[in-house]
């Protein structure tokens, strides 16, 4: 049991460990190879995508318990029903938050950054475009945490955060700041 609970213990780890190499990893990677300036511009774009993110984590958490739950009791409609829902919900929710901030991000930044910083329309819309990604994922992420089969999923993420780093590099050097989010 000890085996088991330490597994466990360390893939809900490797799951922060990862976020933090794929986040420090980025703008490193932007920093070595642009500099600072685009280090500013892409971290903040990425708090302002970010926030898309959030509104879909607390969505998707609050029918985590519910999944949990009917997973629990073998009730697989009603839990296959709670995830075709999520992932529908956070879909609709990402598409209208990025149509809001598509068009409203050059009052965002230039409140935010008081015009020091030139935002290329097209590098905000990539970055966007990934949130449509992520709207699978949590969703689709939070039935492995619900039957806490956790851990292959985290072994996966880091590595995949691992391919991402290296395709930041290859895609920021070929196509500058808007390789960073294609990554």
Not at 23 to 34: A, R, S, T, W
Not at 38 to 52: C, I, W
Not at 116 to 127: D, R, V
Not at 133 to 146: D, G, K, R, T
Request: net charge positive; with cysteine.
């Amino acid at each position: 049991e000890l085996k088991y609970i330490l597994n466990n213990g360390f893939s809900w780890q490797l799951f922060s460990i990862s976020n933090a190499i794929q986040i420090q990893g980025n703008i490193f990677v932007i920093q070595f190879l642009l500099g600072p300036i685009y280090v500013a511009l892409f971290t903040t774009v990425r708090t302002v995508v970010n926030a898309t993110k959030q509104i879909q984590d607390v969505f998707s958490a609050s029918i985590w318990p519910e999944l949990t739950s009917a997973m629990a009791v073998g009730n697989f409609t009603t839990a296959k029903n709670l995830h075709r829902s999520g992932v529908l919900i956070s879909l609709i929710i990402s598409t209208f938050v990025i149509i809001v901030l598509y068009f409203s991000s050059h009052i965002i930044f230039d409140l935010w950054l008081s015009n020091s910083i030139y935002l290329p329309k097209y590098y905000f819309a990539i970055s966007l475009f990934g949130v449509i990604f992520y709207s699978f994922w949590y969703p689709s992420s939070v039935v492995h945490y619900a039957l806490n089969q956790h851990a292959p999923l985290s072994y996966y993420y880091f590595l995949f955060t691992l391919v991402q780093i290296f395709l930041c590099y290859l895609f920021t050097k070929l196509f500058n700041l808007s390789g960073a989010p294609l990554a």
